[in-house]
T-cell receptor, first 114, second 114 residues
């Protein structure tokens, strides 16, 4: 089945540790995105990538890093510099043609840092 | 991107039509109206989008006023599984411009009651 997978669903880390969240898609989409969601809030964009080996900062990129070495994969690293890393992290992808680009979201990873 | 205003919460009886309003009075001529929904602890799901004509798909109908300053998402026969937060988003259609972020507000929390 085509879709977006994120793993793991729940992740626990100690403060001061870097952690990498996985996002894989087999939809052949060019664009991929990382969002963060805090309780009761909407989504906020962290990073996005339009093509392989290219990515741009979103609204809240500080303390995060990404890579896009393959079309299918867009991992997000939450570094120790991120002051409030506990959140629900959502990955999405979209095609880049002119007929529409609705974004398809993965199931999310809930990160808890203590 | 234009700002949207939605009611914080709504209730609807199972089997009835759910009508979710959205105000976007500052929408510009090339901005589309998108609707997504998010069921608790899952990634958002695309529902429908439109520019100025009414649109219908297997999930919902989108009615956009003639002046485009507001729209209504209609779920024709709501079921318990339609309980979710519904987000109305206005943005440029990306086309050749490529990937663009979605700006999620706080949405409308729709509860379908048995």
């Amino acid at each position: 089945d085509g879709g977006i997978t994120q793993s793991p669903k729940y992740l626990f880390r100690k403060e001061g540790q870097n952690v990498t969240l996985s996002c894989e898609q087999n939809l052949n989409h060019d664009a991929m995105y990382w969002y963060r969601q805090d309780p009761g809030q909407g989504l906020r964009l962290i990073y996005y990538s339009q093509i392989v080996n290219d990515f741009q900062k979103g609204d809240i990129a500080e303390g995060y890093s990404v890579s896009r070495e393959k079309k299918e994969s867009f991992p997000l690293t939450v570094t120790s510099a991120q002051k409030n890393p506990t959140a629900f992290y959502l990955c999405a992808s979209s095609p880049r043609d002119s007929t529409g680009d609705e974004q398809y979201f993965g199931p999310g990873t809930r990160l808890t840092v203590t | 991107d234009a700002k949207t205003t939605q009611p914080t919460s709504m209730d609807c009886a199972e089997g009835r039509a759910a009508n979710l309003p959205c105000n976007h009075s500052t929408i510009s001529g090339n901005e589309y109206v998108y609707w997504y929904r998010q069921i608790h602890s899952q990634g958002p799901q695309y529902i429908i989008h439109g520019l100025k004509n009414n649109e219908t798909n297997e999930m919902a109908s989108l009615i956009i006023t003639e002046d485009r300053k507001s729209s209504t998402l209609i779920l024709p026969h709501a079921t318990l599984r339609d309980t979710a937060v519904y987000y109305c988003i206005v943005r440029d259609h990306p086309g050749i411009q490529g990937a663009q972020k979605l700006v999620f507000g706080q949405g409308t929390r729709l509860t379908i009651n048995p």
